[in-house]
């Protein structure tokens, strides 16, 4: 299968700003949902921000882990068939690994208190994008 391929990470310190960036050409905009996730040494890949497209039933639905609430924003850019992550006011805990994931519209949750996707959900990963943040 083909993998998806991240990118956007990088050394910044506490405070710093960076940007990650999914090719996501494979995943028809209206069949799936996508999300970021991060696994740091010793911890289990966990979701950090989703997104449910819009489609007739309503707009697009984001869910964001509590610590990135309010400094990372998720958007998925269909003419690029891009996924990106906005992450600001980065602390040393979003040190991590950071991958994309997608699944088929009819395994994602529509409601915005949990993740469209868990990991669980996931069939591919990609090779990840390292993000370290100094203190």
């Known amino acids: 299968q083909v993998q998806p391929v991240e990118s956007g990470g990088g050394s910044v310190q506490a405070g710093g700003s960076l940007r990650l960036s999914c090719e996501a050409s494979?995943?028809?905009?209206?069949?799936?949902?996508m999300g970021w996730f991060r696994q740091s040494p010793g911890n289990e890949r966990e979701g950090v921000a989703t997104i449910y497209p819009s489609t007739y039933a309503g707009g697009e639905i984001t869910w964001y882990a509590d610590p990135v609430k309010g400094r990372f924003s998720i958007s998925r850019d269909k003419a690029k068939s891009t996924l990106y992550l906005q992450m600001d006011s980065l602390k040393p805990e979003d040190t991590g690994m950071y991958y994309c994931?997608?699944?088929?519209?009819?395994?994602?949750?529509?409601?915005?208190?949990?993740?469209?996707?868990?990991?669980?959900?996931?069939?591919?990963w990609g090779q990840g994008t390292q993000v370290t943040i100094s203190s």
């Open positions: 494979r995943y028809t905009y209206s069949s799936y949902c």
């Open positions: 994931g997608a699944t088929l519209l009819r395994y994602c949750s529509r409601d915005y208190r949990v993740p469209s996707l868990l990991p669980s959900n996931v069939a591919t």
